[in-house]
């Protein structure tokens, strides 16, 4: 004796697609575009919350759009020419000697506040 299954579902304009999984299909296939989008605005605004406030280097002053992403650096170096060094000095200027220049880096103008960021590393020169 067959096992019983259930007769296949013919797709009309009234029945339910849910069961078949093709509805999901669909919907994944046609609003792909916006679900990428939508993925793409969620991912910035999660990043942008981590490393403005939850970043370990989030206490660090500098400007904060240097503090989110890395385009401010690729604008003094690519679009001007190489001044990102030069825009160093004058935030320094204006935030002090320690400041924050890209997500990830620190940018410390005189050797004397190596020490200063990071007060539990030993710092140590040669062997």
Same mark, same amino acid.
């Given at each position: 004796?067959?096992?019983?299954? +259930?007769?296949? @579902?013919? %797709? ?13 299909? %669909? ?24 490393? %403005?406030?939850?970043?370990? %280097?989030?206490?660090? +002053? ?24 030069? @825009?160093?000095?004058?935030? @320094? ?25 990071? +007060? @539990? ?7």
């Amino acid at each position: 004796m067959e096992p019983l299954t +259930p007769p296949p @579902q013919k %797709l009309s304009e009234g029945a339910p697609l849910a069961s078949s999984g093709l509805l999901v299909a %669909l919907l994944a296939t046609s609003n792909l575009p916006l679900l990428v989008l939508i993925s793409a605005v969620i991912y910035t605004i999660t990043l942008a919350i981590y490393r %403005l406030y939850l970043h370990p %280097l989030r206490s660090f +002053p500098g400007p904060r759009l240097a503090a989110f992403t890395f385009w401010y650096e690729f604008y003094y170096d690519v679009i001007l020419g190489g001044q990102y060094t030069f @825009q160093i000095r004058q935030l @320094q200027e204006q935030y002090g000697p320690i400041i924050r220049i890209n997500p990830h880096e620190l940018h410390v103008y005189t050797p004397d506040f190596y020490p200063n960021p990071f +007060p @539990q590393i030993v710092w140590q020169c040669g062997d």
